[in-house]
């Protein structure tokens, strides 16, 4: 029987490591992907890193947690930081000359790479690069990775109505594109 995520975080929290490897392979995927679509400089490589810092980052603040069946939320949370981070070293990133260009933010984590999903995700990459950092994270964590308006709200630490707003803004910068 698989172990719950409130079950994996109480032994995490008690000092057993081993229970992030489960709580790793269930969100490590969607979390990296994330991390590519809300920050478009990020390439496939840099996400699994970033990725992994999310998890060590959670490592660290675990005991912080409070079980409310809101691990996803958490994590996604600590991901917005790494990737705000990550967005605001990119200009001292690029003045020492490591290079991003059309391989950066590949293809999503979650499926094969066929052609016709590749060009979907290059649009989609395409259009998300087009909106401001807090718009583009918003609509990917509330309409790409699924999180309710509360979810989206929480993990950005911003009210439901701002997740509204700001959806609602993205959908008229978006139009036409």
């Not at 409070?66 to 967005?87: D, H, M, P, T």
């Amino acid at each position: 029987m698989e172990s719950t995520d409130a079950q994996l975080v109480e032994r995490l929290a008690a000092g057993d490591l081993s229970a992030l490897g489960p709580i790793h392979r269930r969100y490590g995927t969607p979390i990296a992907s994330f991390l590519m679509r809300v920050e478009p400089t990020i390439t496939a490589q840099d996400a699994e890193d970033l990725s992994q810092e999310v998890f060590l980052t959670f490592v660290d603040t675990v005991g912080r947690y409070e079980e409310q069946g809101q691990l996803k939320s958490w994590l996604f949370g600590i991901a917005v930081g790494k990737a705000r981070n990550w967005r605001r070293k990119r200009v001292l990133r690029w003045l020492t000359g490591k290079r991003h260009g059309a391989d950066a933010a590949g293809v999503s984590l979650h499926q094969p790479a066929t052609d016709e999903r590749v060009a979907a995700r290059q649009r989609l990459h395409r259009a998300l690069a087009q909106l401001p950092g807090s718009q583009r994270e918003v609509v990917t964590l509330h309409l790409i990775e699924g999180l309710s308006a509360k979810e989206t709200a929480e993990v950005l630490g911003i009210s439901e109505n701002a997740v509204s707003i700001r959806v609602h803004r993205a959908r008229k910068a978006l139009e036409g594109v």
